[in-house]
């Protein structure tokens, strides 16, 4: 049985930023609302609605993976650890968005696939054979006519944006070689109950996570995960190292049951614990706002920094506009001098000097809190206040 846990109210879709501030309409589709509802059989945690891929993933997509100094090391560190473990002819990467792990490898032992144009166009650019396709039965038969078989499958925060995971796999199992390994990495599910952070759901985050889940859709499939590791990235990622059940050389890891483990024992298989995270999240909306209320009436500015899709889904959850938070801050090229969507805040091109025009920053990219703090110790130690809402509303300095 599927059943809902939460609402997050009206959202517009997270990654497209508005090139002048509109009001957007539900009756035009600008405006979704978004439920998240908890699967009580194979306990996988979605989102209800479901906007066409191609509206979301296209020649203008904005994220760029190489734009943080945390992703480009998480990418180098895990290359090394491929190379030395598993020694792989032929890596396949569903979702390699600019590169940033792909351009760890020699150009002849990988291949991209990206559907975003731009971004696909980067690694093109670049010498790395790169399809820009989405991920499908198609193009797995397309790529095993030219390669036989693929060594490695990665992905990483891709695999929960695609609606049919059932093609997913199917695809990924037809491609690849009998001993093959598949990688996945995506944001943890305990993680985001754990750290109350609501805004990881959001129309590109169909799915979040848990390993329990995981284990009961691989299933299906004839594959077993063998090795998990925790990562921080995206505010706590889980990396599960998957190979089909057939291949019993590859032994079982005793972190995947320990996983597990800690996942019952918070109570991810249970109804009641993500009713318990719906009304922590009311919460949360209702101490953020005060905070950010008590700012305003002491006539102080705040800014964004980091123009992320979760600080869309904590915008539009909590109404806050331009009145509260003045303007957000952002490196990515394609962010800037747009506006956020659904609530028209600008965002700036960051420079080093901008602080100085605010007294707080409230932390939309709260998973890059240690990379930015330390790059901007300069004003905290000035007195520069941060606010954040992860794992609770409060100020940090
Ligand atoms: P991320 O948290 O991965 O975003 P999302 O919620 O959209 O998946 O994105 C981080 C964003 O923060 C990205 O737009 C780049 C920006 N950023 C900066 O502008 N400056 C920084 O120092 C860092 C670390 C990130």
Redesign the pocket.
């Known amino acids: 049985m599927i059943k809902k846990f939460l609402n997050l109210g009206l959202q517009p879709l997270?990654?497209q930023y508005q090139k002048k501030p509109v009001k957007l309409s539900v009756e035009k589709g600008q405006l979704y609302n978004l439920n998240i509802f908890f699967n009580t059989k194979s306990k996988l945690v979605s989102i209800s609605k479901r906007i066409p891929s191609e509206k979301m993933f296209n020649s203008k997509y904005p994220?760029r993976s190489s734009?943080?100094?945390?992703?480009r090391t998480s990418f180098k560190n895990l290359s090394k650890k491929i190379k030395k473990k598993f020694k792989p002819n032929l890596l396949l990467e569903i979702g390699s968005n600019d590169g940033a792990l792909i351009k760890n490898f020699k150009k002849e032992n990988v291949i991209g696939v990206e559907p975003c144009k731009n971004l696909a166009r980067i690694t093109k650019k670049n010498g790395y054979l790169t399809y820009d396709k989405y991920w499908n039965f198609d193009l797995a038969t397309k790529i095993k006519k030219k390669f036989n078989s693929v060594d490695i499958i990665y992905s990483a925060?891709t695999l929960t944006h695609i609606s049919d995971l059932n093609t997913v796999f199917k695809s990924i199992k037809y491609l690849l070689s009998e001993n093959g390994i598949i990688i996945i990495e995506d944001p943890s599910l305990l993680e985001c109950l754990k750290k109350n952070s609501y805004?990881q759901f959001y129309n590109e985050h169909i799915y979040l996570f848990s390993a329990i889940a995981v284990k009961n859709l691989l299933n299906n499939f004839g594959f077993e995960i063998f090795d998990i590791e925790n990562l921080s990235t995206?505010g706590g990622s889980l990396r599960y190292y998957i190979k089909r059940t057939s291949y019993k050389k590859q032994k079982i890891s005793y972190r995947v049951n320990n996983q597990i483990k800690k996942e019952i024992k918070f109570g991810l298989h249970k109804f009641e614990t993500y009713k318990k995270f719906s009304i922590n999240t009311l919460r949360s909306k209702k101490n953020l706002l005060q905070i950010l209320n008590k700012i305003k009436k002491d006539k102080k500015k705040i800014l964004g920094?980091?123009?992320?899709?979760?600080?869309v889904t904590v915008l539009n959850y909590c109404n806050i506009d331009k009145d509260l938070i003045s303007n957000f801050?952002?490196?990515?090229p394609e962010?800037i001098d747009n506006y956020m969507p659904g609530k028209n805040i600008k965002i700036l091109r960051?420079n080093k000097d901008i602080l100085k025009n605010y007294d707080y920053v409230f932390l939309?990219?709260w998973?890059?809190k240690k990379?930015?703090m330390r790059?901007e110790k300069k004003y905290i130690k000035n007195g520069l206040k941060f606010i954040t809402h992860i794992p609770y509303p409060k100020l940090i300095n």
């Open positions: 997270a990654n994220y734009m943080s100094h945390t992703m925060n805004d995206h920094y980091g123009a992320t899709a979760k600080a801050t952002d490196t990515t962010k960051y939309g990219a998973n890059f990379e930015i790059k």
